[in-house]
Nanobody
Framework: QVQLVESGGGLVQPGGSLRLSCVAS????????MYWYRQAPGKEREFVAG???????YYADSVKGRFTISKDTSANTVYLQMNNLKTEDTALYLC??????????WGQGTQVTVSS
């Protein structure tokens, strides 16, 4: 069982930046892939970014060049640095741990609102 707690969301103007954090209850160096997803009101949950056990990263096309995923295994924390935010980035951002046979786990999310 992995518990995930996200933080760092808030209200920001277009063009601004935020850094989200996801703290895991387990050693993330053992977890296959850590993901960030987001869900806007009335829309389906969508993939944002992922980082593998070997620190390979990949991104949705809509955030490439603006968002950066990283991890600190000593702190069991995954980050999402979001720059040049747009109104369409407004969503609930959720952290997911994909732990192979041990299962898939979700956090409760942190709200990001981009508005002038």
């Amino acid at each position: 069982q992995v518990q995930l707690v996200e933080s760092g969301g808030g209200l920001v103007q277009p063009g601004g930046s935020l850094r989200l954090s996801c703290v895991a209850s387990e050693d993330i160096s053992n977890i296959n892939v850590m993901y960030w997803y987001r869900q806007a009101p009335g829309k389906e949950r969508e993939f944002v970014a992922g980082i593998t056990i070997g620190s390979n990263t990949y991104y949705a096309d809509s955030v490439k060049g603006r968002f950066t995923i990283s991890k600190d295994t000593s702190a069991n924390t995954v980050y999402l640095q979001m720059n040049n935010l747009k109104t369409e980035d407004t969503a609930l951002y959720l952290c997911q741990a994909y732990w192979g046979r041990q299962g898939v786990y979700w956090g409760q999310g942190t709200q990001v609102t981009v508005s002038s």
